[in-house]
Structure formats: structure tokens, C-alpha cells
Nanobody, 127 residues
Framework: VQLQASGGGLVQPGGSLRLSCAAS????????MAWFRQAPGKEREFVAT????????YYADSVKGRFTISRDHAENTVYLQMNILKPEDTAVYLC?????????????????????WGQGTLVTVSS
């Protein structure tokens, strides 16, 4: 499975962006998908995850109510809609996939459970 993230850019505080992560291969439907981010000089941080069926999501407290993760099986793509962006959201955003069909919850924040990673897309929130 190969993952290709896109959609990053420069946005003012309070603005919105939508990130996309396109997955290759026919197994996308069976993958639990997630977004992480890494700011300069900081550790990788969990952002959000969605079950393979799309009927379960889990978010980091820092983005809850502002970000929404979704997926489109026809397009083999997972999205991250980011609203009310703050300067502290500035980071490289990475998508990841877990092939074990597990449910999502607090354990989803452990990056070790993900089998596949895409390259990042940079999001800069600045005026």
C-alpha cells in the first residue's frame, strides 16, 4: 500500500484547509486510516483516525470540534477537513494505515500500530 498526502499550504489563523491522502492498491477498504502531524523540533503527534467502514472516528483533544476525518472508498482516499486553524496547528501532516481492522480509541494514538505511512504535506498557519 502506498499513501500520497496532499492539500497542505499557507493559511491564516481561523482559516480552513482540506488534506487528502490517496491510497494505492485494492486493500484500502480494509484499512483503518489515520492522520498524524509533526512540528519542527517536536515529536510526532496523533491527530485523528477512522475505522475501515468509516463508522467510527477518534480525535486528539487538541483538534476535537475543529477537524473532521472522513473517507471515500470509491476514490481510495481519506480526508482531513481542518477548520478554525491555529498557529499551533502548523506541522507536516502524515497519513498512516493500519491493516488489522481494529476499532478506534485512545490506543489509536500509538504510531507503532500503523503499518504504512505516506510522505507529509506541510500546513503553515500564519498571518
Amino acid at each position: 500500500v502506498q499513501l500520497q498526502a496532499s492539500g497542505g499550504g499557507l493559511v491564516q489563523p481561523g482559516g480552513s484547509l482540506r488534506l487528502s491522502c490517496a491510497a494505492s492498491g485494492r486493500t484500502f477498504r480494509t484499512l483503518t486510516m489515520a492522520w498524524f502531524r509533526q512540528a519542527p523540533g517536536k515529536e510526532r503527534e496523533f491527530v485523528a483516525t477512522i475505522t475501515w467502514r468509516g463508522n467510527g472516528t477518534y480525535y486528539a483533544d487538541s483538534v476535537k470540534g475543529r477537524f473532521t476525518i472522513s473517507r471515500d472508498h470509491a476514490e481510495n482516499t481519506v480526508y482531513l477537513q481542518m477548520n478554525i486553524l491555529k498557529p499551533e496547528d502548523t506541522a507536516v501532516y502524515l497519513c498512516a494505515a493500519d491493516r488489522t481492522n481494529r476499532l478506534v480509541g485512545p490506543w489509536s494514538s500509538r504510531f507503532q500500530i500503523y503499518d504504512y505511512w505516506g510522505q507529509g504535506t506541510l500546513v503553515t498557519v500564519s498571518s
